[in-house]
């Protein structure tokens, strides 16, 4: 019983006709290094030749000293995603539009003011992009996403002093991520 439930699982995923469309590559965006350091990954896996299946991690576990004791900046958080990318010519290469939801756990503050937020993110968001071939197995990719959702939030007066200065909910739209990736076709 348990081989025929996934057998028919694996049908309802991957249905015969469309088996052989399926490619998957890797991705990393370059530009989440530069916000301190998020390390990220990208898999995605072809449903259709338009039709892609995206899941994606982000997490940064890293605190920065500014200087002078108690002055810290940290963009913590641990993100995943899964969403779907339409591609009006074939996957993996041209133009693309995206869908995703999103959840996310933070800890922000130290870099623009004194104060720190932290808290949960759920939403879903919305993005378009251009991937160019560069190779049979490379890609480049551009490209740019907005997210909305609700967020759950406490609000410190510094990264380290634990003082709590607010908390609450609030709905948010906010940008999500700018692409610059590069990806690995298997």
Same mark, same amino acid.
């Given at each position: 019983?348990?081989?025929?439930?996934?057998?028919?699982?694996?049908?309802?995923?991957?249905?015969?006709?469309?088996?052989?469309?399926?490619?998957?590559?890797?991705?990393?965006?370059?530009?989440?290094?530069?916000?301190? +350091?998020? /390390?990220?990954?990208?898999?995605?896996?072809? &449903?259709?030749?338009?039709?892609? %299946?995206?899941? #994606? *991690?982000?997490?940064?576990?890293?605190?920065?000293?500014?200087?002078?004791?108690?002055?810290?900046?940290?963009?913590?958080?641990?993100?995943?995603?899964?969403?779907?990318?339409?591609?009006?010519?074939?996957?993996?290469?041209?133009?693309?539009?995206?869908?995703?939801?999103?959840?996310?756990?933070?800890?922000?503050?130290?870099?623009?003011?004194?104060?720190?937020?932290?808290?949960?993110?759920?939403? +879903?968001? /919305?993005?378009?992009?251009?991937?160019?071939? &560069?190779?049979?197995?490379?890609? %480049?990719?551009? #490209? *740019?996403?907005?997210?909305?959702?609700?967020?759950?939030?406490?609000?410190?007066?510094?990264?380290?002093?634990?003082?709590?200065?607010?908390?609450?909910?609030?709905?948010?739209?906010?940008?999500?991520?700018?692409?610059?990736?590069?990806?690995?076709?298997?």
């Amino acid at each position: 019983m348990k081989r025929f439930i996934t057998l028919l699982l694996c049908l309802a995923a991957f249905p015969p006709g469309i088996a052989g469309a399926q490619e998957l590559a890797l991705s990393t965006n370059v530009l989440d290094y530069a916000r301190l +350091g998020t /390390l990220n990954l990208e898999a995605s896996v072809g &449903l259709a030749r338009r039709w892609t %299946l995206n899941a #994606g *991690a982000r997490y940064n576990p890293f605190s920065f000293e500014k200087g002078g004791g108690q002055q810290q900046m940290q963009l913590r958080q641990r993100s995943v995603s899964l969403g779907t990318r339409f591609w009006p010519w074939h996957i993996h290469s041209g133009w693309w539009l995206s869908a995703k939801l999103q959840a996310q756990e933070y800890n922000e503050g130290g870099v623009r003011s004194p104060r720190t937020e932290e808290g949960e993110r759920y939403g +879903g968001g /919305l993005g378009a992009g251009y991937t160019y071939m &560069l190779h049979k197995h490379f890609n %480049l990719e551009v #490209g *740019a996403s907005l997210w909305a959702g609700t967020n759950s939030f406490t609000v410190y007066d510094c990264p380290v002093c634990g003082k709590v200065s607010g908390a609450g909910e609030r709905t948010f739209v906010r940008p999500n991520e700018i692409l610059l990736s590069l990806i690995y076709v298997f």
